[in-house]
């Protein structure tokens, strides 16, 4: 039986944060990123603002950060040691622990759109490569020249071995039932050898929900946050803490020094307070509630 949540009386007041992946600092496009990531908390509030739910939202805002070639998921991903794209993606919605992935696949512009359809329309929660390409198929889901998610800005990074700025993004949102939805999305790490899977695909690592306590989804070396489960430790410290702004700095600290590797995190809890914390130069954050009037962007 998954566990009931303790209801407190709805409503409650939506709120939304997305990321734009932890990484180095462009300085130079900053702008960029934060029109970027401005855009999709927007379009993901207009869901959760008009009575959508909170898994319609994450899902909006992360189709946004796909589309944008700026971001390091669909389109804009960054490449494999093969020169090609191979992007993971997942999605949660925490009343029921329901959940949905995919890994490794190549040909879906928006592959948060197809984690969502495994979990709604399949038995599995996790789909890899061509097995995941079929499901699409089947699900009738557009399918693309994956010459088309391959940018000029990537080419140029994998020709010339540049240390990509990593940029893979990420939502958290809360409805006004109360139902908290997380979702990830990313092409990975630059250079990654083909097959290689990471935290962004893999539930309790890259993303979880749980509607009683809260929301996360990760960024940063995924090697490093799968050996710590970081998304579900860190709702951890969110239920013995109680401090969203808190519990994304432990958890942080955790990947640091168990994990041995670099990232960040964005938080969102049950009352619908935001939290974030990064080990890099920049993480890219924008938010939005019932409580603004404008969306936030804090970075
Ligand atoms: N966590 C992602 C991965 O390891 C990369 C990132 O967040 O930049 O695939």
């Given at each position: 039986m998954p566990p009931q949540r303790d209801r407190v009386p709805a409503p409650r007041v939506p709120s939304i944060i997305v990321h734009g992946g932890a990484g180095a600092d462009p300085v130079e496009g900053r702008d960029e990123l934060r029109a970027g990531v401005r855009v999709a908390v927007l379009e993901g509030w207009r869901v959760l603002a008009g009575g959508g739910s909170a898994l319609g939202a994450v899902e909006r805002a992360v189709r946004a950060l796909e589309d944008h070639p700026r971001f390091n998921a669909g389109r804009g991903s960054v490449l494999t040691s093969a020169g090609t794209v191979e992007t993971d993606a997942s999605i949660m919605e925490g009343d029921r622990l329901q959940c949905g992935a995919v890994a490794a696949v190549s040909r879906?512009?928006?592959?948060?759109?197809?984690?969502?359809?495994?979990?709604?329309?399949?038995?599995?929660?996790?789909?890899?490569?061509?097995?995941?390409?079929?499901?699409?198929?089947?699900?009738?889901?557009?399918?693309?020249?994956?010459?088309?998610?391959?940018?000029?800005?990537?080419?140029?990074?994998?020709?010339?071995?540049?240390?990509?700025?990593?940029?893979?993004?990420?939502?958290?949102?809360?409805?006004?039932?109360?139902?908290?939805?997380?979702?990830?999305?990313?092409?990975?790490?630059?250079?990654?050898?083909?097959?290689?899977?990471?935290?962004?695909?893999?539930?309790?690592?890259?993303?979880?929900?749980?509607?009683?306590?809260?929301?996360?989804?990760?960024?940063?070396?995924?090697?490093?946050?799968?050996?710590?489960?970081?998304?579900?430790r860190a709702l951890d410290y969110l239920q013995q803490a109680d401090d969203a702004d808190y519990a994304a700095r432990v958890a942080v600290d955790l990947l640091v020094e168990e994990g041995r590797g670099h990232g960040g995190l964005i938080l969102l809890d049950w009352r619908g307070r935001t939290g974030w914390a990064h080990s890099t130069p920049l993480m890219p954050v924008a938010l939005m509630s019932a409580a603004f009037t404008e969306p936030r962007v804090p970075f």
């Open positions: 879906i512009a928006n592959p948060v759109t197809l984690a969502r359809r495994v979990m709604e329309a399949s038995r599995h929660i996790l789909l890899v490569g061509e097995g995941a390409l079929a499901f699409a198929r089947a699900q009738g889901l557009p399918e693309c020249d994956p010459e088309a998610l391959v940018t000029e800005r990537q080419r140029v990074r994998h020709r010339e071995l540049v240390a990509a700025t990593k940029g893979t993004v990420g939502a958290v949102a809360l409805d006004r039932h109360g139902t908290i939805a997380a979702a990830t999305s990313t092409g990975g790490l630059a250079g990654k050898l083909p097959g290689r899977v990471g935290d962004s695909a893999l539930i309790g690592c890259g993303t979880y929900a749980e509607s009683s306590t809260g929301g996360v989804s990760c960024t940063g070396d995924g090697e490093a946050i799968i050996r710590v489960v970081l998304a579900r």
